[in-house]
């Protein structure tokens, strides 16, 4: 048996109590006799790898309740995210989708706070990673006052009284006159829907796992 191999096969052992969460037994990987770690260096705890995998595969929770807007607007914001998504505002994903705008619009003062707080070497390491117009849009970018008045609105519109085909005409309306709230909450509402679980399901993404050997293209040949 070749040093990677067991190598391989060690750490597979090793990380036995938490693979079981996972469906995947390490039973029938025999036994193996474990070198040593060299002084210095530890070993995974399997305790926190245990617990980082059930939630992983466990389903989540019901999403917390909103924190930052009221329950009139938190309606309002679960209307956009149905529409944009083309769903029902009672489905699961709109709800995920809602809560987390909800989190972000809340805490965009204190981002904004510490982005206006960078040092110079870190915000150009910042701009580095990142890109300029990234750091300036935290730097400088209202989300509570984008949200407010684009709300308001809203509201003034009647749009939560319209049918689905009408929002929908009225969004449309709205994006193409450039409105800076529907463009804020359209770019929200799609990076919360490929970061949830299921865009990252849709993405066909294979982080966020533990496999025996790592994932690769299924196609052959390089063919689609």
């Avoid at 904004?112 to 110079?120: E, Q």
């Avoid at 400088?140 to 929002?167: H, V």
């Amino acid at each position: 048996m070749s040093p990677d191999v067991l190598s391989r096969r060690g750490w597979i052992l090793r990380l036995g109590g938490a693979t079981v969460l996972s469906g995947i037994s390490a039973s029938d990987l025999g036994a193996a006799e474990l070198p040593p770690l060299p002084p210095g260096l530890y070993e995974p705890s399997l305790q926190h790898l245990a617990h980082s995998l059930k939630t992983a595969i466990e389903p989540a929770p019901g999403p917390p309740s909103p924190r930052h807007f009221d329950t009139e607007d938190f309606s309002l914001v679960r209307a956009l995210v149905a529409r944009v998504l083309g769903e029902e505002p009672p489905a699961p994903m709109v709800l995920e989708i809602a809560v987390w705008i909800d989190m972000i619009v809340g805490r965009s003062e204190e981002v904004r706070t510490a982005a206006r707080s960078l040092s110079p070497a870190h915000r150009r390491l910042a701009i580095d990673y990142y890109g300029e117009d990234t750091v300036r849009e935290l730097e400088s970018e209202e989300p509570q006052a984008i949200c407010r008045d684009g709300m308001a609105a809203l509201k003034r519109a009647g749009f939560e009284a319209l049918d689905g085909t009408a929002q929908l005409a009225h969004l449309v309306s709205l994006e193409n006159a450039n409105d800076p709230f529907i463009a804020w909450m359209k770019r929200r509402i799609l990076d919360g829907f490929y970061t949830s679980r299921q865009g990252l399901q849709e993405l066909d993404y294979k982080g966020n796992a533990f496999y025996a050997q790592s994932p690769g293209c299924d196609h052959e040949n390089g063919n689609p």
